[in-house]
């Protein structure tokens, strides 16, 4: 089921425009209107990638991270977005 801040398995675009690699993101929103478009955010591993103050680090040790199905801990990249349709 699609829902908002679930996490999905997705293959997220790159800004150079090689290869999508697939990766964890996390489901923003819904957007507005007749498609079933979504604002994701790309989740990494790549701890050294945060950007300090405005992305967000989650870690084994935080209440929710059993629940989010990540394997390691993981940054939410908030300065990485994509708008994707659900049924890609």
Known sequence: MIA???????????T????????????L????GQYND????MISSQL???IPDFDEVITPTDS???HSGL???SVIR???LAVVNSDQ
């Open 16 to 27: 150079d425009q090689s290869e999508a690699k697939l990766r964890p993101a996390l489901l």
């Open 64 to 66: 929710d991270f059993q």
């Open 78 to 80: 908030i300065s990485r």
């Open 4 to 14: 908002e801040a679930r996490i999905v398995l997705f293959r997220f675009p790159q």
């Open 71 to 73: 394997k390691s801990a």
């Open 38 to 41: 979504w604002i994701i955010c």
């Open 29 to 32: 929103r819904r957007l507005p």
């Open 48 to 50: 050294h990638r945060e």
